[in-house]
């Protein structure tokens, strides 16, 4: 299976973005990962759509953007008008029916859906709403920060969502390349990793070893 990494932004050095960016960018990554925290949802606070308008206009990326907030529906036109190609919103913010409705609404925009939940969360909440979505992106650390520990409880959760689920696998949080292999096999296709991208010796190197697991 062809294997597409996401470098994760929360874990690069902010005072240098643009060429923490251009460095994953020459390094191979295929998407680039900003994650959105509001301080309610979660216990952190990161950017808002002026970065996310700054960064598309420096990087030919896809832009994944992770909405960790609550009520995300308030600010999705925001993110998509700043040039998100990517949209995640967590199920434990709104409910399926607003997520049929934002789909279908800005599904002509050529965004690509995706639904998260957290480690804690029971696949059961999102089985309703994966016929919406393009992807499922897992948590495999309890939202808000980088640099956690990856909880390898999520892996059944991974095996039971590829048996009922044809779209993109993205997992999220702690990978390196000692647990990408299990991931793999457990059916993700997408890796989100942060520090363990941003914080190697050789870039291109940690991106080729999450990339070469999936052959
Ligand atoms: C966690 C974020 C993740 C995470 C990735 O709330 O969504 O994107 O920070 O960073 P690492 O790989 O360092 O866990
Ligand atoms: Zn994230």
Redesign the pocket.
Known sequence: MKIKVAA?I??SDFSCLEREIKKVEQAGIDIL?I?I?DGHF?PNITIGPDVVRCISKITSLPLDV?L?IKKPERFIDDFIKAGSNMLTVHIETISVLGIRRQVSRLKPKGIRWGVSLNPATPLERIKPVLKYVDFVLV?S?N??????EFIPAVIPKIKKLRSIFEGDISV????NDKVAPRLIQAGANIL?????IFSAKDTRLAIEKLKNMGR
Do not use: K, L, T, W
């Open positions: 994760s929360i874990a990962h994650d925290m979660v992770h960790m948590m650390v939202p808000g920060f980088s640099g956690q999220d949080g702690g990978i989100a990793s942060g520090s363990y």
